[in-house]
């Protein structure tokens, strides 16, 4: 079971982050750590200048480090104080360093990693969560910028070794506790789509879970159709696996997942 999360506090999208992660931690008695990375090689990424002009860009860089270093504190503030109005264990932490590498090191000491993203946010965005799914060890909880509630939830499962260990993670995370399980098999055959959802409910019905199971054939775009289940099913909560034959990158670089950053009213909670 869950116990604690890790909420990565990035300023443009902290104050959503902040109250999801607030309202996980009420619902489930998790204990919460907001870290914020002031990552200066990303803040003064390379660029070309003038002849005479380094001196410029090296003051410039300083003084946008400087401004980062007190974003970062303003930031762990407004989290601390969300969780002591909420009632919420909490700590913060900040750290100087690669953003990836000083977020997978300190998800290493909690359950799961909460990050947000933007549905308008560019390939650099991208890029960046991408990493951060790549390179964290702990199952990562992505959450959009204004998450509609709802009291199921729904999994997207394709028979995958990543889509195995997502199920069992959500069963042993108490994230299921007072909600109902719905799993979610497309594939563009039925028969498919069927044997594929045999493994998912034979584990279920071992740990004792009860489920709805819906093979589907797929006959639409892969995010309109899940989202369509997840409406469906009054569902709050999606869970997939990923780096699998529908990789993270695919997911967060493809079509699909343009569709799906779009559209996804819903916290997203990925296993590799």
Wanted: charged share 20%; net charge negative.
């Amino acid at each position: 079971m869950f116990r604690s999360a890790l909420v990565a506090l990035k300023p443009d999208r902290a104050s959503s982050v902040i109250s999801a992660s607030v309202d996980f931690a009420k619902s489930f008695n998790w204990e919460l750590g907001g870290v914020s990375v002031v990552d200066a090689d990303r803040l003064s990424q390379g660029e070309a200048v003038p002849l005479g002009a380094g001196a410029f860009k090296a003051e410039r860089d300083a003084q946008q480090l400087e401004a980062a270093r007190q974003i970062a504190v303003s930031v762990g503030h407004e989290f601390a104080s969300a969780c002591q109005l909420a009632g919420v264990r909490c700590e913060s932490l900040s750290y100087e360093g690669d953003t990836v590498g000083e977020l997978s090191r300190a998800a290493l000491g909690f359950d799961v990693l909460i990050c947000g993203h933007s549905q308008s946010g560019d390939a650099a965005d991208r890029s960046l969560l991408h990493d951060i799914l790549k390179h964290n060890a702990r199952p990562t909880l992505v959450v959009p910028p204004e998450p509609v509630s709802g009291s199921n939830v729904v999994m997207a499962y394709d028979g995958s070794f990543q889509a195995a260990r997502a199920l069992a993670t959500l069963v042993h995370s108490g994230l299921l506790t007072n909600r109902h399980l719905h799993v979610v098999c497309l594939h563009a055959e039925y028969g498919t789509a069927a044997a594929r959802s045999v493994s998912a409910m034979d584990f279920l019905r071992r740990q004792g879970v009860s489920a709805n199971c819906h093979p589907e054939v797929l006959v639409k775009d892969i995010a309109d159709q899940l989202i369509e289940a997840i409406q469906r099913s009054n569902a709050g909560l999606l869970v997939m696996g990923a780096f699998g034959r529908g990789s993270v990158r695919e997911f967060f670089f493809g079509s699909v997942t343009q569709n799906m950053l779009q559209k996804l009213r819903v916290p997203v909670l990925l296993e590799h």
